[in-house]
């Protein structure tokens, strides 16, 4: 398997925080509910779930193993 590029780590590091994200917001949203209102609890369910999607995508796009297509080589 080839070297990772520089943006690949980046991204990486991004999907990594985005399911920290997920995970911290999901969280939030057990330990809050009871007392916030829908408007709160529906605005913190959507964080969670785009924050695991965008780790998703981050993550897949991280660990792509990638064709060199540098002319020349």
């Known amino acids: 398997m080839r070297k990772k590029s520089k943006l690949q780590k980046v991204s990486l590091f991004f999907g990594i925080?985005?399911?920290?994200?997920?995970?911290?917001s999901?969280?939030?949203l057990l330990v809050t509910?009871?007392?916030?209102?829908h408007e709160y609890v529906a605005s913190m369910a959507a964080l969670?779930?785009?924050?695991f999607a965008g780790g998703v995508?981050?993550?897949?796009?991280a660990t792509a193993n990638l064709p060199n297509l540098t002319p020349g080589e």
């Not at 925080?17 to 911290?24: D, L, T, W």
């Not at 969670?48 to 924050?51: E, P």
């Not at 995508?57 to 796009?61: G, R």
């Open 48 to 51: 969670s779930f785009v924050c």
């Open 57 to 61: 995508v981050f993550m897949t796009m």
């Open 17 to 24: 925080a985005s399911f920290i994200g997920a995970f911290v």
């Open 33 to 37: 509910k009871e007392g916030a209102s």
């Open 26 to 28: 999901l969280i939030w």
